[in-house]
């Protein structure tokens, strides 16, 4: 085999990557396969799934069209879809690029939720404008609407996310979530939830700094609201400063969350992070590595929560952030504590979809997984999920024992425990079935987190 070297244009501080190439060459190539669910071992069973028997499931089909949920995969089978403008931190890579994750996201829908998911990037490069690649991407997805139970879209530049996400939800009869918005604000707001009742405080009362205004970062201030926090303490930030009403530059989302101007005399000159800062309760921070310094958070308020998601390197390493006085830091890491992580969402998010046959994914179904993830941190933990648990996070085994549960240190369950997956479908379903988007009804919703629970189980034995 030949050697895999190290290649100048990927981020040396990536500690895995000596071993990520290898692990992505390895033969077969990438991250899926697809298997058959059906023998096919004879000419009987090569009858039944081909021709001539496929022909009387086709024949059922369309004399009854609701049948394809019942006699294909349509039910169980989610499409991860991207045009590569907005990948990871790397920014617009372009479809190619973007493949290992949208492949990444895939496996993790399968291994979390036993979802059948697809990856697919799409080239707009063909587009002359903004609007012509903003109708071609909609076309592209409507016209998969037969295939897919729900689409997950990914990885989509600011501003044009919003519209897109927001239009395809609407022309679709089936669930359409764009995870880089509503995913990240709710594992967010989970465990700010947690985080707040940690340190005492209320969403009402919270001063709260936002730094980054594109996909994520709106998404997380107007899910904070739901949740009882007020919109005018809430100071969202982008590149240029805090986002205030005398700036000429905000798109429509922006504008949402800008804060009264100053006078005339002063308009000229936009705040900066580190003014806002000062008196803050949460930052949450949804930009660049380094943007959050040491004596900006000398600058918050006593029992400072820190949410710094950027990845791989977030706005402020925790050490930094725990020496500067701050009490909770939360990031996007595996090797720190308190990993904000989107797997803990859409799984779980995407099972309760399918099994209710939900067409969307509405304010009160993300409000419930929000709540889904956050109840699981102070709920006793043993048997197989403890002993996966101490498996996965052998430096961390103390979580795991009599004194489980709700601390600094914890405020999000583990991206391994695998009752996060059932408790969010379970809570996630029973918010659609309640609020009248939910095709097929759940009558007892017990049973059904038992039964995710050991659907889920299977593939970790």
Same mark, same amino acid.
């Given at each position: 085999?030949?050697?895999?070297?190290?290649?100048?244009? %990927?981020?040396?501080?990536?500690?895995?990557?000596?071993?990520?190439? #290898?692990?992505?060459?390895?033969?077969?190539?990438?991250?899926?396969?697809?298997?058959?669910?059906?023998?096919?071992?004879?000419?009987?069973?090569?009858?039944?799934?081909?021709?001539?028997?496929? !022909?009387?499931?086709?024949?059922?089909?369309?004399?009854?069209?609701?049948?394809?949920?019942?006699?294909?995969?349509?039910?169980?089978? *989610?499409?991860?879809?991207?045009?590569?403008?907005?990948?990871?931190?790397?920014?617009?890579?372009?479809?190619?690029?973007?493949?290992?994750?949208?492949?990444?996201?895939?496996?993790?829908?399968?291994?979390?939720?036993?979802?059948?998911?697809?990856?697919?990037?799409?080239?707009?490069?063909?587009?002359?404008?903004?609007?012509?690649?903003?109708?071609?991407?909609?076309?592209?997805?409507?016209?998969?609407?037969?295939?897919? !139970?729900?689409?997950?879209?990914?990885?989509?530049?600011?501003?044009?996310?919003?519209?897109?996400?927001?239009?395809?939800?609407?022309?679709?009869?089936?669930? *359409?979530?764009?995870?880089?918005?509503? !995913?990240?604000?709710?594992?967010?707001?989970?465990?700010?939830?947690?985080?707040?009742?940690?340190?005492?405080?209320?969403?009402?009362?919270?001063?709260?700094?936002?730094?980054?205004?594109?996909?994520?970062?709106?998404?997380?201030?107007?899910?904070?609201?739901?949740?009882?926090?007020?919109?005018?303490?809430?100071?969202?930030?982008?590149?240029?400063?805090?986002?205030?009403?005398?700036?000429?530059?905000?798109?429509?989302?922006?504008?949402?969350?800008?804060?009264?101007?100053?006078?005339?005399?002063?308009?000229?000159?936009?705040?900066?992070?580190?003014?806002?800062?000062?008196?803050?309760?949460?930052?949450?921070?949804?930009? +660049?590595?380094?943007?959050?310094?040491?004596?900006?958070?000398?600058?918050?308020?006593?029992?400072?929560?820190?949410?710094?998601?950027?990845?791989?390197?977030?706005?402020?390493?925790?050490?930094?952030?725990?020496?500067?006085?701050?009490?909770?830091?939360?990031?996007?890491?595996?090797?720190?504590?308190?990993?904000?992580?989107?797997?803990?969402?859409?799984?779980?998010?995407?099972?309760?979809?399918?099994?209710?046959?939900?067409?969307?994914?509405?304010?009160?179904?993300?409000?419930?997984? +929000?709540?889904?993830?956050?109840?699981? *941190?102070?709920?006793?933990?043993?048997?197989?999920?403890?002993?996966?648990?101490?498996?996965?996070? #052998?430096?961390?085994?103390?979580?795991?024992?009599?004194?489980?549960?709700?601390?600094?240190?914890?405020?999000? #369950?583990?991206?391994?425990?695998?009752?996060?997956?059932?408790?969010?479908?379970?809570? %996630?379903?029973?918010?659609?079935?309640?609020?009248?988007?939910?095709?097929?009804?759940?009558?007892?919703?017990?049973?059904?987190?038992?039964?995710?629970?050991?659907?889920?189980?299977?593939?970790?034995?």
């Amino acid at each position: 085999m030949t050697e895999i070297k190290k290649s100048k244009s %990927v981020n040396a501080v990536d500690d895995f990557f000596i071993d990520t190439l #290898p692990y992505h060459a390895q033969s077969p190539a990438g991250k899926l396969s697809i298997q058959p669910s059906k023998p096919l071992n004879n000419k009987r069973d090569l009858s039944l799934a081909y021709t001539p028997g496929v !022909g009387a499931v086709c024949k059922e089909i369309a004399a009854h069209p609701e049948d394809i949920w019942k006699y294909t995969n349509r039910g169980n089978t *989610v499409a991860v879809i991207s045009d590569g403008t907005a990948v990871l931190g790397l920014g617009n890579i372009g479809p190619a690029a973007g493949m290992p994750v949208m492949e990444g996201k895939s496996v993790l829908f399968k291994k979390f939720a036993d979802i059948d998911a697809y990856p697919i990037c799409m080239d707009f490069s063909f587009a002359k404008d903004s609007r012509e690649r903003m109708e071609a991407f909609i076309t592209a997805v409507r016209v998969l609407e037969p295939t897919l !139970g729900g689409i997950n879209l990914e990885d989509i530049k600011a501003p044009e996310c919003f519209e897109l996400s927001k239009r395809l939800d609407e022309m679709m009869d089936i669930a *359409v979530f764009h995870d880089d918005q509503y !995913g990240t604000a709710i594992v967010m707001s989970a465990g700010l939830v947690n985080a707040l009742k940690v340190v005492g405080k209320k969403f009402a009362e919270v001063k709260i700094v936002m730094n980054g205004a594109g996909a994520a970062g709106i998404a997380c201030a107007n899910l904070l609201v739901t949740f009882g926090a007020r919109k005018e303490n809430i100071f969202v930030c982008d590149s240029k400063g805090l986002i205030v009403q005398s700036r000429s530059d905000l798109n429509e989302q922006k504008k949402e969350f800008a804060q009264q101007s100053r006078s005339e005399a002063e308009a000229g000159a936009i705040p900066q992070l580190s003014e806002v800062i000062e008196g803050a309760d949460v930052f949450i921070g949804v930009s +660049v590595a380094g943007a959050l310094k040491p004596e900006m958070v000398k600058k918050m308020n006593k029992d400072a929560i820190i949410f710094a998601m950027a990845n791989p390197v977030p706005e402020i390493m925790p050490d930094e952030a725990l020496s500067a006085g701050a009490r909770i830091v939360a990031t996007g890491r595996s090797d720190f504590a308190n990993q904000v992580n989107n797997v803990l969402g859409y799984p779980g998010i995407f099972r309760g979809v399918l099994d209710t046959r939900a067409s969307t994914v509405n304010l009160e179904m993300k409000m419930a997984a +929000v709540r889904a993830i956050a109840s699981l *941190v102070d709920e006793p933990v043993d048997g197989f999920v403890k002993g996966l648990l101490e498996n996965a996070y #052998p430096e961390e085994k103390e979580l795991f024992g009599a004194k489980y549960g709700l601390s600094e240190k914890y405020v999000l #369950p583990k991206i391994f425990d695998l009752r996060v997956v059932p408790r969010v479908a379970r809570m %996630v379903a029973e918010a659609a079935c309640k609020t009248g988007v939910a095709r097929v009804m759940i009558e007892d919703f017990d049973e059904y987190e038992k039964s995710v629970f050991e659907r889920v189980k299977k593939n970790w034995k």
